[in-house]
C-alpha cells in the first residue's frame, strides 16, 4: 500500500517537472505574443493550473495559456488599442460564460464536431502562429493578425537584424533536429531556449529581448462594469468562452484517452472557468487545459492531480530564481519556439493521407482552415460543422433506397454464442452495424475499453458505405488500442471499396492482410486454429 502510494506520488512529481519545462517556454512566448507580456503568460499558467488543479477531476490536466486562445487575444488587443482594463473585464466575462456552459449540456456536443472541422480549425491556427511570428525571427516588431504580418513581413524583410535572425535560426535549428528520445527527457523548446539565451548573452547581440518580468505576487485588479460595456464587449467574450471551452474539452478526450480515464466535463469546465477568473482578477492571461503539457505529464508516470499542483510549484519556484536569466531571453527565440509550436498544431497525420480524403472531407477543412486564417475563428468553426452537417445529410439522402435484406443468419448466432461459452470470450465478435461515420466514431471507440481477457477480436464491417476520414481515424485508434492490450485483429470486411480504402490508408497493413477475411466463419475458424496451435506449442516447451 505505501509502495503504491510512493510511487504514484513519485509519478506525479515527474510528470509535473516534465510538463513544468514544457510550459515554462510556452507560456513565456505566449504572453509575449498576446501583448501582454511573459509576466502575465507564466503568472496566468501558474494560477490557472493550481486552482483548475484543485477543484477540477482526477485527471491530471494541466493548464495554461494555448495557442488559439493566444491568437483570440492578440487579436482582441488589436481591436481594443490595446486597453488592459478593457481586456481584462473581456476575460472576466468570459470566465463566467464558462462556468455557465459548465451548467448546461453542451460540453457533451464537442464529441460530435466533425474531424475535418477540428483539423481545419487546428491548422488555421498553426499557420496563424507561424507567420504572426515571421517579423520577429528577423527582429521587427509583431503584428495583430495574418494579412499585416505577411505585409509588414514583405517590407521589413529588406531591414533584418542579422543577429536576431541568426539566433532565431539558431533556434529553429535546435527545436526541429533534437531527436524524439531526448524530447522525453527534457524538451527541445526548453534547450532551446538556454542555450540560445546562453548564447546570445556571450556574444552580446544586439537583439529586442523579454527585458522585465515581474517575480512579484500579481495584485488584485477589479475592473469596473458598466452596462454599455457588458453589451458593447459580449461579443469578445463569447468567441473568447467557446475557444477556452473548446480547447479544454479537446484536450480531455486525448488525457482520457492516455490515462483510461472518464472526466466529468461540466465540472471540468466550470473549474477552468473559475481559474479564469482568477487570472483576469490578477491581471493574468487566461488558458485552457493544454494538450501539450497534459501529454508531457500523463507519458512521464502522472496519474492523479496532485500533478497540478506541484507543477505551478515548480514554475513558481522557476519563476523566483531565473527572474534575470528570463529578462535576457531574446524575442527572436521565442518566436523560433513559437514556430516550432505552430508546426506541431498542423495536423500532418491527416496531410500525409490527404490525397486518400474524400472530396466532401477536404471542402468542409477548407472552408474552416481559410475562414480561420483570414477572417474568423468562431464564424470557421460554426460554418464548418454547418457544411459537414449538410454534406452528411446529402450523403445519406442520395444513398437511402428501398433494398430487401434476409435477416441475419441464426446459424451465425449460435456459432457466436457457443464461442463464447467455449472459449470463455479469448474470441470475440463485434459488428460494427449502420453509417459508421463522425458522429458515431467517438462513440465507438468508448465501446472498447474493457475488453480484458480477450486475445482475438473479430470486428464484423458488413456495410457497404464508405467511412469518412473521422471514421478512419477512429477506426485506427480502436486498432491501436486494442494491439496496446496484446489482442489480435481480425477485419470481416464484404466490400471491395471498403477494403481499398482502409488500404489507401494503411490500416490493412497494421493489422496484416492474412487477417482480413470475407465472412466471419473463416475468421472465427482462423481464430480457433491460432488458439490451439498456441495451446500446443505451450504443452511441447512444458515437456
Same mark, same amino acid.
Given at each position: 500500500?505505501?509502495?503504491?502510494?510512493?510511487?504514484?506520488?513519485?509519478?506525479?512529481?515527474?510528470?509535473?517537472?516534465?510538463?513544468?519545462?514544457?510550459?515554462?517556454?510556452?507560456?513565456?512566448?505566449?504572453?509575449?505574443?498576446?501583448?501582454?507580456?511573459?509576466?502575465?503568460?507564466?503568472?496566468?499558467?501558474?494560477?490557472?493550473?493550481?486552482?483548475?488543479?484543485?477543484?477540477?477531476?482526477?485527471?491530471?490536466?494541466?493548464?495554461?495559456?494555448?495557442?488559439?486562445?493566444?491568437?483570440?487575444?492578440?487579436?482582441?488587443?488589436?481591436?481594443?488599442?490595446?486597453?488592459?482594463?478593457?481586456?481584462?473585464?473581456?476575460?472576466?466575462?468570459?470566465?463566467?460564460?464558462?462556468?455557465?456552459?459548465?451548467?448546461?449540456?453542451?460540453?457533451?456536443?464537442?464529441?460530435?464536431?466533425?474531424?475535418?472541422?477540428?483539423?481545419?480549425?487546428?491548422?488555421?491556427?498553426?499557420?496563424?502562429?507561424?507567420?504572426?511570428?515571421?517579423?520577429?525571427?528577423?527582429?521587427?516588431?509583431?503584428?495583430?493578425?495574418?494579412?499585416?504580418?505577411?505585409?509588414?513581413?514583405?517590407?521589413?524583410?529588406?531591414?533584418?537584424?542579422?543577429?536576431?535572425?541568426?539566433?532565431?535560426?539558431?533556434?529553429?535549428?535546435?527545436?526541429?533536429?533534437?531527436?524524439?528520445? !531526448?524530447?522525453?527527457?527534457?524538451?527541445?523548446?526548453? $534547450?532551446? =531556449?538556454? /542555450?540560445?539565451?546562453? *548564447?546570445? &548573452? @556571450?556574444? %552580446?547581440?544586439?537583439?529586442?529581448?523579454?527585458?522585465?518580468?515581474?517575480?512579484?505576487?500579481?495584485?488584485?485588479?477589479?475592473?469596473?462594469?458598466?452596462?454599455?460595456?457588458?453589451?458593447?464587449?459580449?461579443?469578445?467574450?463569447?468567441?473568447?468562452?467557446?475557444?477556452?471551452?473548446?480547447?479544454?474539452?479537446?484536450?480531455?478526450?486525448?488525457?482520457?484517452?492516455?490515462?483510461?480515464?472518464?472526466?466529468?466535463?461540466?465540472?471540468?469546465?466550470?473549474?477552468?472557468?473559475?481559474?479564469?477568473?482568477?487570472?483576469?482578477?490578477?491581471?493574468?492571461?487566461?488558458?485552457?487545459?493544454?494538450?501539450?503539457?497534459?501529454?508531457?505529464?500523463?507519458?512521464?508516470?502522472?496519474?492523479?492531480?496532485?500533478?497540478?499542483?506541484?507543477?505551478?510549484?515548480?514554475?513558481?519556484?522557476?519563476? !523566483?530564481?531565473?527572474?534575470?536569466?528570463?529578462?535576457? $531571453?531574446? =524575442?527572436? /527565440?521565442?518566436?523560433? *519556439?513559437? &514556430? @516550432?509550436? %505552430?508546426?506541431?498544431?498542423?495536423?500532418?497525420?491527416?496531410?500525409?493521407?490527404?490525397?486518400?480524403?474524400?472530396?466532401?472531407?477536404?471542402?468542409?477543412?477548407?472552408?474552416?482552415?481559410?475562414?480561420?486564417?483570414?477572417?474568423?475563428?468562431?464564424?470557421?468553426?460554426?460554418?464548418?460543422?454547418?457544411?459537414?452537417?449538410?454534406?452528411?445529410?446529402?450523403?445519406?439522402?442520395?444513398?437511402?433506397?428501398?433494398?430487401?435484406?434476409?435477416?441475419?443468419?441464426?446459424?451465425?448466432?449460435?456459432?457466436?454464442?457457443?464461442?463464447?461459452?467455449?472459449?470463455?470470450?479469448?474470441?470475440?465478435?463485434?459488428?460494427?452495424?449502420?453509417?459508421?461515420?463522425?458522429?458515431?466514431?467517438?462513440?465507438?471507440?468508448?465501446?472498447?475499453?474493457?475488453?480484458?481477457?480477450?486475445?482475438?477480436?473479430?470486428?464484423?464491417?458488413?456495410?457497404?458505405?464508405?467511412?469518412?476520414?473521422?471514421?478512419?481515424?477512429?477506426?485506427?485508434?480502436?486498432?491501436?488500442?486494442?494491439?496496446?492490450?496484446?489482442?489480435?485483429?481480425?477485419?470481416?470486411?464484404?466490400?471491395?471499396?471498403?477494403?481499398?480504402?482502409?488500404?489507401?490508408?494503411?490500416?490493412?497493413?497494421?493489422?496484416?492482410?492474412?487477417?482480413?477475411?470475407?465472412?466471419?466463419?473463416?475468421?472465427?475458424?482462423?481464430?480457433?486454429?491460432?488458439?490451439?496451435?498456441?495451446?500446443?506449442?505451450?504443452?511441447?516447451?512444458?515437456?
Amino acid at each position: 500500500m505505501i509502495k503504491t502510494k510512493l510511487k504514484i506520488i513519485a509519478g506525479d512529481t515527474l510528470g509535473a517537472l516534465n510538463s513544468a519545462i514544457v510550459a515554462l517556454p510556452q507560456a513565456l512566448a505566449f504572453g509575449v505574443a498576446t501583448g501582454l507580456g511573459a509576466s502575465a503568460g507564466i503568472w496566468g499558467a501558474i494560477i490557472l493550473c493550481f486552482v483548475a488543479g484543485i477543484l477540477g477531476g482526477k485527471v491530471p490536466l494541466i493548464s495554461g495559456i494555448t495557442g488559439p486562445v493566444t491568437i483570440v487575444i492578440a487579436s482582441m488587443m488589436a481591436a481594443l488599442n490595446a486597453n488592459v482594463s478593457t481586456i481584462i473585464l473581456v476575460i472576466l466575462i468570459a470566465a463566467i460564460l464558462q462556468i455557465i456552459l459548465g451548467m448546461t449540456s453542451l460540453p457533451s456536443i464537442v464529441k460530435y464536431v466533425p474531424y475535418p472541422v477540428i483539423s481545419g480549425f487546428m491548422n488555421g491556427i498553426g499557420f496563424i502562429i507561424i507567420i504572426m511570428q515571421l517579423n520577429p525571427l528577423i527582429g521587427c516588431p509583431i503584428m495583430s493578425n495574418t494579412i499585416s504580418s505577411l505585409n509588414a513581413f514583405l517590407h521589413n524583410f529588406h531591414s533584418i537584424n542579422s543577429h536576431a535572425l541568426f539566433i532565431g535560426l539558431l533556434t529553429l535549428l535546435i527545436v526541429f533536429s533534437v531527436p524524439k528520445r !531526448f524530447n522525453k527527457i527534457i524538451p527541445s523548446q526548453a $534547450i532551446a =531556449l538556454i /542555450v540560445c539565451t546562453i *548564447i546570445s &548573452i @556571450k556574444m %552580446g547581440l544586439n537583439v529586442e529581448k523579454i527585458s522585465q518580468i515581474s517575480i512579484d505576487f500579481p495584485q488584485i485588479v477589479i475592473p469596473q462594469i458598466h452596462l454599455k460595456e457588458l453589451i458593447t464587449y459580449l461579443h469578445y467574450s463569447v468567441i473568447l468562452a467557446i475557444v477556452l471551452s473548446s480547447e479544454s474539452l479537446l484536450t480531455v478526450l486525448v488525457a482520457d484517452s492516455l490515462a483510461k480515464t472518464k472526466t466529468f466535463s461540466k465540472r471540468m469546465l466550470i473549474s477552468q472557468g473559475i481559474g479564469n477568473i482568477f487570472c483576469a482578477l490578477t491581471g493574468s492571461l487566461p488558458g485552457s487545459a493544454a494538450t501539450m503539457r497534459t501529454v508531457a505529464a500523463i507519458n512521464t508516470g502522472s496519474t492523479t492531480k496532485l500533478t497540478t499542483i506541484i507543477n505551478p510549484i515548480i514554475l513558481l519556484l522557476l519563476l !523566483f530564481q531565473f527572474s534575470g536569466f528570463v529578462a535576457e $531571453i531574446p =524575442l527572436a /527565440v521565442l518566436a523560433g *519556439i513559437l &514556430i @516550432k509550436i %505552430g508546426y506541431d498544431i498542423i495536423d500532418m497525420k491527416l496531410l500525409k493521407v490527404i490525397k486518400y480524403a474524400p472530396k466532401d472531407d477536404l471542402y468542409v477543412l477548407s472552408l474552416v482552415f481559410l475562414l480561420t486564417v483570414f477572417y474568423n475563428l468562431i464564424v470557421a468553426v460554426g460554418a464548418g460543422i454547418t457544411c459537414a452537417a449538410l454534406l452528411y445529410a446529402k450523403r445519406t439522402a442520395d444513398s437511402a433506397k428501398l433494398i430487401h435484406k434476409q435477416v441475419y443468419d441464426t446459424d451465425i448466432i449460435k456459432l457466436e454464442k457457443l464461442l463464447d461459452k467455449d472459449y470463455k470470450h479469448k474470441i470475440r465478435v463485434v459488428h460494427i452495424d449502420g453509417q459508421f461515420f463522425f458522429g458515431s466514431a467517438t462513440q465507438l471507440i468508448s465501446q472498447f475499453e474493457d475488453i480484458w481477457g480477450t486475445k482475438y477480436l473479430i470486428l464484423d464491417y458488413s456495410s457497404d458505405n464508405l467511412l469518412d476520414i473521422s471514421a478512419i481515424f477512429a477506426l485506427e485508434d480502436i486498432i491501436v488500442r486494442l494491439q496496446a492490450q496484446k489482442i489480435k485483429i481480425l477485419l470481416v470486411l464484404k466490400n471491395d471499396d471498403v477494403l481499398k480504402q482502409l488500404k489507401d490508408h494503411n490500416i490493412i497493413s497494421q493489422i496484416g492482410e492474412d487477417k482480413v477475411f470475407l465472412n466471419e466463419t473463416d475468421a472465427i475458424d482462423f481464430a480457433k486454429n491460432c488458439l490451439k496451435n498456441k495451446v500446443k506449442k505451450k504443452h511441447f516447451w512444458q515437456r
